[in-house]
């Protein structure tokens, strides 16, 4: 499948349009969804008109299966240079307001685009010159020798690297990812960290970045996104789909056997929208949730399910003007296997006009998270 990956991304993916709409491919909580390995193959079927090469760094569609490429010839670390745009940009005003000593951290930055047409790009932060392999890197998949993979790795809190569109998307699109063998944190003990992490100079108590550990499976983000302080992530992003280990079990996990929730900080799989990303609290704007089979009360931290370390999961972002579905298939702890399909049928308060959009996965904080992920199949289509 992935050695004509190419062929079959340029001949059109994922779904059918019609005169009158999106055809959907699968209903919310299939009672029998399919395998993971059978998700890709089953969005490849169809096409959409393509864009310009200017517009997606791709005609029809793109792909990357990480099997061809090579990581060589890198561009080298450059000084980052902390931005004050914002309240809660990494030098921002918020935080010289409630901390006169408030400093902004030395750091690096390093981008690396790669796809067709370059239609993708990795984005690393450290507050060290580390050899780049120690944060991505292509590695063989576990679950199938022979199969490479893109690894992606914080080994230090302070580090962050995400994978994300070059472009932005615009109103019509879909791009899917093969996301697993997820190691940040636990919810329990050091949850994932070395030591003494602390999530400063940020947050206002500097307390223990190891209370809450975890990444994103896919997210949509109003601004190119690049890692940041998880303040500014949170008012960035627009939907996600991501996890947040955390020592405290401050989430409620839902589990359809029982029919129940309960608290668990252990490997919760949040799906979210944000319908207003304004606002001044650092940990960001409050957000709906989609878990029981259906969107909650803004505010309430619930998680549709629990996700397994050593198994792949397929991610599906859509777009189709005013609406989107975020979707999420493969073996989790509950519902075992299962595909969760969250559908907003108006998203208007969420996609302003003419409001830039980008995709992303990994680890978008340089204040939290710790550990390593790894990626495959990246496939983008639009119209």
Not at 189 to 195: I, L, V
Not at 208 to 228: M, Q, V, W
Not at 301 to 309: P, Q, R, T, W
Request: net charge negative; proline share 6%; glycine share 10%.
């Amino acid at each position: 499948m992935k050695a004509s990956l190419r062929n079959i991304v340029l001949a059109g993916c994922m779904l059918v349009l019609s005169a009158v709409g999106i055809i959907r491919l699968w209903t919310a909580r299939q009672p029998q969804a399919k395998a993971t390995a059978e998700i890709i193959p089953a969005v490849k079927e169809a096409a959409l008109p393509p864009k310009t090469i200017e517009e997606t760094g791709c005609t029809g569609g793109c792909g990357e299966s990480f099997d061809a490429l090579e990581l060589t010839a890198l561009p080298a670390w450059e000084i980052d240079h902390p931005d004050n745009s914002l309240p809660f940009s990494d030098d921002g005003s918020f935080y010289y307001a409630h901390n006169p000593k408030f400093a902004a951290p030395s750091g690096f930055r390093l981008s690396v685009p790669m796809g067709e047409g370059q239609f993708l790009t990795l984005e690393s932060y450290s507050r060290s010159q580390k050899p780049t392999e120690q944060l991505f890197s292509i590695v063989e998949d576990p679950a199938k020798p022979g199969n490479r993979v893109l690894k992606i790795a914080s080994p230090e809190h302070t580090d962050g690297t995400i994978l994300r569109t070059t472009r932005s998307l615009g109103s019509h699109y879909q791009i899917c990812a093969r996301i697993g063998f997820i190691h940040f944190g636990t919810g329990d003990g050091t949850n994932g960290y070395n030591g003494q992490e602390t999530n400063g100079p940020w947050s206002q108590d500097t307390g223990d970045a190891r209370n809450e550990n975890g990444c994103y499976f896919s997210a949509i983000y109003n601004t190119l996104p690049k890692p940041h302080n998880n303040a500014l992530a949170h008012y960035q992003r627009l939907a996600f789909i991501d996890s947040d280990n955390n020592t405290e079990g401050w989430t409620k996990i839902w589990d359809a056997a029982t029919g129940r929730w309960f608290k668990s900080g252990w490997h919760p799989v949040m799906i979210g929208a944000v319908t207003n990303v304004s606002g001044e609290n650092e940990n960001g704007p409050p957000f709906i949730s989609w878990a029981a089979g259906g969107w909650n009360r803004p505010g309430e931290l619930l998680a549709a399910d629990a996700y397994k370390e050593n198994s792949w999961y397929t991610v599906c972002m859509v777009r189709d003007g005013n609406r989107f579905t975020m979707r999420l298939s493969g073996d989790f702890r509950y519902g075992g296997q299962t595909t969760y399909e969250a559908v907003l049928e108006d998203a208007g308060e969420i996609f302003q006009e003419d409001q830039p959009q980008y995709w992303l996965l990994g680890d978008p904080h340089i204040n939290y998270y710790e550990g390593s992920l790894l990626v495959d199949d990246v496939i983008l289509t639009t119209r």
